[in-house]
């Protein structure tokens, strides 16, 4: 059992750009504690930067996370230190290197570090370091360091390292990256197994409906800077079984394109905007819709004619 109650997750207004483009706008979402929640959208859509903020990594522009209710970019080093040791990591996107694989260990050393440093016991380490090694089909490789393995075994490893040890919050970023078809079903099990046993919050990003499906806790879907669905997952995905009837059914190649930016420039200071320029645009249009259908029945010389 883990040391502490799982937490719950709170994205409070977060709003980020990076390298000029505006990524979260006034993002808000609530993880529960205790269960799974899947993240999905686009690609680039902002999910592993969403990640980032959550484990410490990269600060929003504005906003706040909470970890059971604690605000991550609040806190001291030391207690952030604290903190992320309650986390169990596997990072996404473009990481060049994984930092939980430590290149000196072996890959079973790798997997058993984090079980040490949690102070169990010997016998338990044994079993599950072994446990975790043929789930992820990484038995044959035990012994080697990770420089020995292709990118997506060090993935592996990086992922039974994340898993290892029921720490409460557990994040996969890309869960299913490095993944073949056979382990990637057997990790879902794992992931499964795992949750039940710890109690464990777990959120995982990833593009696979079917893992998604097959996760079968909450869904989170962001798109265009926001989280546009939160809820069950076998209530979200019914039905959505490609790509294609994902976007149409999230809006996620919404006619308005990306976000407007959060702020803008006024007087030489920044200033937040307190509209939402979407929902101004979607007020106008219904605005014209209504203007059109009077005057159309106007010029009928109907109810509402001279
Ligand atoms: N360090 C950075 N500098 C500039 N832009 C960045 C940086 N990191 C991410 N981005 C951009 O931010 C946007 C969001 O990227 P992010 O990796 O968070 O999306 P994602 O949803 O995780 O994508 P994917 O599903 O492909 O992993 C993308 O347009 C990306 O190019």
Known sequence: MPDSAAPDIRFENISTSLGGEVVHQRLRAEIPAGQITVLMGPSGGGKTTLVRHLVGLVPPDTGRVLVGGRSVWDLDPKSLKALRAEMGVLLGGATLFEPSVFGSQTVRENLALPLHLRNVDEESIYATTVWWLQTLGLDTVADQLP?????????????????????????????????????TARTV?????????????????????????????????????????????????????????????????????????EIERSGGRFRELTFDPQLVIMALIAFAAVLAVVLAMRAAGGPLGP
């Open 147 to 183: 420089e020995q393995l292709s990118a997506r075994m060090r993935r592996r490893v990086a992922l039974g390292a994340a898993m290892v040890g029921d720490r409460p919050l557990i994040v996969l970023d890309d869960v299913d990256l490095g993944l073949d078809a056979p382990t």
């Open 189 to 261: 099990e794992a992931i499964l197994t795992s949750q039940r046993r710890s109690g464990a919050t777990m959120l995982i990003t990833t593009h696979d409906i079917d893992l998604a499906k097959a996760l079968d806790g909450r869904l989170a879907v962001l798109a265009n800077g926001r989280i546009v669905a939160n809820g069950p997952t076998r209530e979200l995905l019914a039905g959505v079984d490609d790509a294609e009837e994902f976007d149409r059914r999230f809006h996620v190649l919404d006619w308005m394109g990306p976000p407007m930016p």
